[in-house]
């Protein structure tokens, strides 16, 4: 199982950006996919999900401004990201798992298979 993430970059605040996530090796069918992300000196935080039946989750800070969302052949999520702050920096990873519960999705330790991350900062 490969999960690779990209789309990355810097922008200023107010600005946009949409990370991929494509897994090798299988599809997202019948699992959770989620987006966490870490900034320097930070522990990882969750930031949305999407499972099996297609709910989505997000952390309340990015609520409202990011989207979660998988393609029809699922082997890719996108995570829209809208009115970026400058507290988005961070390198954001995505992650998958068959077996993690509603209850512990924002939970990393809950996932077993992640990405590379990919790097986003915002400048102000």
């Known amino acids: 199982v490969q999960l690779q993430a990209s789309g990355g970059g810097l922008v200023q605040a107010g600005d946009s950006l949409r990370l991929s996530c494509a897994a090798s090796g299988l599809t997202f069918k019948n699992a959770y996919v989620g987006w966490f992300r870490q900034a320097p000196g930070e522990e990882r935080e969750f930031v949305s999900a999407?499972?099996?039946?297609?709910?989505?989750l997000y952390s309340d800070p990015v609520k409202g401004r990011f989207t979660i969302s998988r393609d029809a052949t699922k082997t890719t999520v996108y995570l829209q990201m809208n009115s970026l702050k400058p507290e988005d920096t961070a390198v954001y990873f995505c992650a998958l798992d068959r077996t993690v519960i509603l209850s512990s999705v924002r939970d990393p330790e809950r996932w077993h298979y992640w990405g590379q991350g990919t790097l986003v900062t915002v400048s102000s």
């Open positions: 999407v499972t099996k039946s297609g709910t989505t």
